[in-house]
């Protein structure tokens, strides 16, 4: 019978520890489904079908390509056939709280190689991005109620067989905005929505915003923003000019990390310590007034 022993390559979303289930469909050596699109299930250290599936009886090979999650959950249009074997159209959940950790597996075996189990070792296909936050300088009070990934390709197409990604366009700006206010001490602290919740987006190059520039971003150029109030420590207002909050921004990347990579996991830190950021680049301009 055809079972499976699966791996995880990185830590992020999805963790062996977490992982209860899989797609897979198999193809024989004559292109002909052996089984499409059945699901497997955790059962102590293997995973199994509902169905019984058994290696050809000849000892002829196999070929596999298992994912998760369901094609149902990705989105976009999964093709697996003899043919081809590919994710096209897919475009990540514009809530950061709904979006996928993408991983996927092939390989290949047959009844004598795979006798105890047949290995899949999964790879995680998106990048992982968190936004944290902190500051030193005692002499203001950093209030912040919501963050911005902004300017960043939300959709592809993914090709199974070489782990790759192409096609890569369509710049979205991912809003992420909470009821409390988060208060910033020396301590880095997550701008997520929750802690952990962190934004699972293609891979791919980073152009970053040019402030002095190009300060309202004709070019689409990436950033990250929060949306802010500053004080000093007596409660005098220093940001915003109008309003109780309004939003600040910084290049993402800006020469640190001019791209994504698959299976990787991101951090970018604010350090307000010795200042703060740009005009946001869609801010309207204030009155003569001020």
């Given at each position: 019978?055809?079972?499976?022993?699966?791996?995880?390559?990185?830590?992020t979303?999805?963790?062996?520890?977490?992982?209860?289930?899989?797609?897979?469909?198999?193809?024989?050596?004559?292109?002909?489904?052996?089984?499409?699109?059945?699901?497997?299930?955790?059962?102590?250290?293997?995973?199994?079908?509902?169905?019984?599936?058994?290696?050809?009886?000849?000892?002829?090979?196999?070929?596999?390509?298992?994912?998760?999650?369901?094609?149902?959950?990705?989105?976009?249009?999964?093709?697996?056939?003899?043919?081809?074997?590919?994710?096209?159209?897919?475009?990540?959940?514009?809530?950061?709280?709904?979006?996928?950790?993408?991983?996927?597996?092939?390989?290949?075996?047959?009844?004598?190689?795979?006798?105890?189990?047949m290995?899949?070792?999964?790879?995680?296909?998106?990048?992982?991005?968190?936004?944290?936050?902190?500051?030193?300088?005692t002499?203001?009070?950093?209030?912040?109620?919501?963050?911005?990934?902004?300017?960043i390709?939300s959709?592809?197409?993914?090709?199974?067989?070489?782990?790759?990604?192409?096609?890569?366009n369509?710049?979205?700006?991912?809003?992420?905005?909470?009821?409390?206010?988060?208060?910033?001490?020396?301590?880095?602290?997550?701008?997520?929505?929750?802690?952990?919740?962190?934004?699972?987006?293609?891979?791919?190059?980073?152009?970053?915003?040019d402030?002095?520039?190009?300060?309202?971003?004709?070019?689409?150029?990436?950033?990250?923003?929060v949306?802010?109030?500053?004080?000093?420590?007596?409660?005098?207002?220093?940001?915003p000019?109008?309003?109780?909050?309004?939003?600040?921004?910084?290049?993402?990347?800006?020469?640190y990390?001019?791209?994504?990579?698959?299976?990787?996991?991101?951090?970018?830190?604010?350090?307000?310590?010795?200042?703060?950021?740009?005009?946001?680049?869609?801010?309207?301009?204030?009155?003569?007034?001020?």
């Amino acid at each position: 019978k055809i079972d499976f022993r699966a791996s995880t390559t990185k830590a992020t979303e999805i963790t062996i520890s977490n992982f209860d289930s899989f797609i897979c469909t198999a193809i024989n050596e004559n292109g002909e489904f052996h089984f499409s699109n059945e699901e497997f299930e955790r059962l102590g250290s293997y995973y199994n079908s509902a169905t019984d599936y058994y290696w050809p009886s000849d000892g002829s090979s196999l070929d596999f390509y298992a994912w998760s999650p369901s094609a149902d959950k990705l989105g976009g249009t999964l093709t697996i056939t003899p043919d081809a074997q590919k994710l096209t159209g897919f475009t990540c959940n514009p809530d950061i709280s709904e979006q996928v950790d993408f991983i996927s597996s092939t390989g290949s075996g047959n009844k004598q190689t795979s006798s105890a189990g047949m290995e899949l070792s999964f790879t995680h296909n998106m990048s992982q991005i968190e936004v944290k936050t902190r500051s030193a300088n005692t002499g203001y009070v950093y209030k912040i109620i919501g963050a911005r990934i902004g300017n960043i390709q939300s959709s592809g197409d993914f090709d199974f067989t070489t782990g790759t990604w192409s096609n890569v366009n369509t710049k979205t700006t991912y809003t992420i905005e909470y009821d409390n206010a988060r208060t910033i001490d020396e301590l880095s602290v997550s701008l997520m929505k929750t802690n952990g919740d962190n934004a699972m987006l293609i891979p791919q190059d980073i152009t970053p915003w040019d402030p002095e520039n190009d300060p309202t971003n004709t070019e689409k150029g990436a950033y990250i923003a929060v949306k802010a109030r500053i004080t000093t420590t007596t409660g005098r207002i220093i940001y915003p000019l109008e309003g109780e909050y309004d939003w600040i921004a910084v290049p993402l990347g800006d020469g640190y990390v001019s791209s994504w990579e698959s299976g990787l996991r991101y951090i970018y830190t604010l350090d307000w310590s010795t200042g703060g950021g740009y005009v946001y680049p869609e801010k309207p301009a204030y009155p003569d007034s001020y």
